[in-house]
């Protein structure tokens, strides 16, 4: 079997290090002050290094599960980064939310080193990466994603080839919108009608049974009806801002309209900037209702 590196073990890093383990893969993983605790995994067997260029000198397929597309190039460009320490046919897979212009331009960077670099973004959470039933969305040549596909079945329930390396990051970044968005939405309105003093529970029920029923709602609701209560939605509102600045990006570097897209960026930015940014998503609705405008 291919032998495998994967350099942050985070969250949702540590559920897929986990699956890739059972499904008997020979797994290296970086030492990162970023990581989960990794007991369990030295307990299977897993090894460890301390630098990219280590990693890419153990391994036959690398993934890269980081916060974003500034750590994504610090790994691979980087002192001791990866792209020194790649054997020639090595495959890096980057599941983190990036930016597509800067993932593009890192495949043509690893393509010149004799290597290949597939973006492969992930939905769902940890409770799915642990259980390895996580979303993926692949940009790759066919031929490379037919290659990284048994490792990738190993932790992934869904797996869409979304087209050309830079395709998976780029429907992540729609889908993130959309999903962070319509959440953002959600809680301005039950901002509103807690200072005017509709009840959560009749503005849950109305939005059930009307057209705002959906996911957000549903990882809404612990929330409004269970005294503040976020563990349904583990997103922070640091990373929501993040990832809804890759998408005004990516949106204006294909000449698309992202007004409303700014707007709700801008909402989440101000709830950041006055100290919220390590809360959860669902504590919007608190953060918009104290606020005066």
């Known amino acids: 079997m291919k032998k495998i590196g994967m350099i942050g073990i985070g969250l949702m890093g540590h559920g897929i290090a986990s699956n890739i383990v059972k499904h ?3 797994l290296t993983v970086m030492e990162h002050a970023g990581n989960q605790p990794l007991d369990s995994l030295l307990a299977q067997g897993v090894k460890t290094v301390t630098t990219p260029s280590a990693l890419g000198a153990e391994s036959e397929i690398i993934l890269l599960c980081v916060t974003g597309a500034p750590q994504v190039e610090a790994v691979l460009t980087g ?3 990866l792209v020194a320490g790649l054997a020639p046919g090595s495959i890096v897979i980057d599941c983190s939310t ?3 212009s800067s993932t593009q331009k890192l495949a043509q960077l690893v393509s010149a080193a004799g290597s290949t670099l597939i973006d492969a973004a992930m939905t ?3 409770k799915e990466a642990a259980e390895g039933r996580l979303n993926l969305l692949v940009g790759s ?3 490379t994603f037919e290659t990284v596909k048994p490792v990738l079945d190993c932790f992934a329930e869904n797996i869409h080839h979304m087209g050309d390396v830079g395709a998976g990051h780029q429907m992540k970044l729609l889908h993130n919108y959309v999903s962070l968005g319509t959440i ?3 809680a301005e309105a039950a901002a509103c009608a807690r200072r005017s003093g509709i009840g959560p529970e009749e503005f849950v029920e109305v939005l059930h049974k009307g057209g705002g029923w959906g996911a957000a709602l549903e990882r809404l609701k612990p929330y409004l009806l269970n005294g503040g209560d976020t563990s349904n939605l583990r997103f922070t509102l640091s990373n929501a801002e993040k990832d ?3 998408y005004t990006t990516y949106a204006a570097d294909t000449h698309a309209d992202h007004t409303v897209a700014a707007a709700i960026r801008q909402t989440i930015a101000q709830a950041c900037h006055a100290g919220h940014g390590e809360e959860h998503m669902p504590n919007m609705v608190g953060f918009i209702a104290d606020r005066k405008v």
């Open 79 to 81: 002192a001791d980064g």
């Open 141 to 143: 040549d066919p031929r």
């Open 244 to 246: 809804l600045g890759y």
């Open 24 to 26: 008997g893969y020979p």
């Open 98 to 100: 990036s930016i597509p």
């Open 184 to 186: 953002t939405v959600i």
């Open 124 to 126: 769902r959470t940890p």
